[in-house]
């Protein structure tokens, strides 16, 4: 596949070979005021100048990780919705996100808050290859995205007796650059729900990958 950069409101990198860390949001999860929080952050990161000693993706990454903190914040403590603190819907998530783990990628972490989805995953090669010129067309992301997106969405809305838009339109993703940062995304998603105070211990919550992490540790 070729690299790809798109964007709507967000930005948007598809790299061969990536490693990806997604955070996929209930929609209107966010509430106004944090809506006009982060356009407001979103404004003075564009209008602030590069560093002269930056490089400029380094810079690019540098505002990405500033907005995301603000815009976890307010889905952690304020979120305006919160259709996945119900147990069933989470567990959908959960089995969706396991479904493909293994063919179409591999699934490194993931976290199902009530109101959003951490994961990270790598695409695999021979599933990507399978693609063949089509790869250009939709990238292995997106492609692995739209599939947990509408699956979720259509069985999650099932269960709880409602309908419409059940994921926000856009999510935030990030290429994941080398090993160091890969473990320091894992241990942020894992450590999402006490930060967010529903458990003590990251290995504690159910509807994440905290605690198969470290029975790999001790049993490796």
């Known amino acids: 596949m070729q690299e790809k950069f798109s964007r709507r409101r967000l930005p948007h990198w598809d790299l061969p070979g990536a490693t990806y860390f997604i955070t996929t949001c209930l ?10 929080e982060l356009a407001r952050l979103r404004s003075q990161l564009q209008r602030t100048a590069r560093p002269p000693n930056m490089a400029a993706h380094e810079w690019a990454a540098r505002r990405w990780k500033s907005l995301f903190v603000q815009f976890d914040d307010w889905l952690d403590h304020h979120p305006a919705s919160r259709l996945l ?3 069933s819907a989470a567990d959908i ?3 969706s996100l396991k479904h493909f783990a293994g063919q179409r990628y591999d699934l490194i972490a993931w976290v199902v808050m009530p109101s959003h989805l951490h994961w990270v995953f790598r695409p695999r090669d021979e599933w990507v290859a399978s693609l063949g010129d ?6 292995p992301r997106q492609r692995i995205q739209f599939t947990l997106n509408t699956h979720t969405a259509l069985e999650c809305n099932r269960l709880l007796g409602r309908s419409g838009r059940f994921w926000q339109w856009e999510s935030y993703d990030h290429c994941v650059t080398d090993e160091d940062e890969l473990e320091r995304i894992v241990a942020y998603v894992h450590a999402n729900p006490v930060t967010a105070g529903l458990v003590e211990r990251p290995e504690s919550y159910r509807w994440s990958s905290a605690a198969t992490h470290l029975d790999l540790e001790r049993h490796p």
């Open 27 to 36: 929609a209107d999860s966010i509430p106004a005021q944090g809506q006009l």
């Open 85 to 87: 603190e119900h147990s």
């Open 93 to 95: 998530v959960v089995e």
């Open 134 to 139: 089509a790869v250009n067309q939709r990238p």
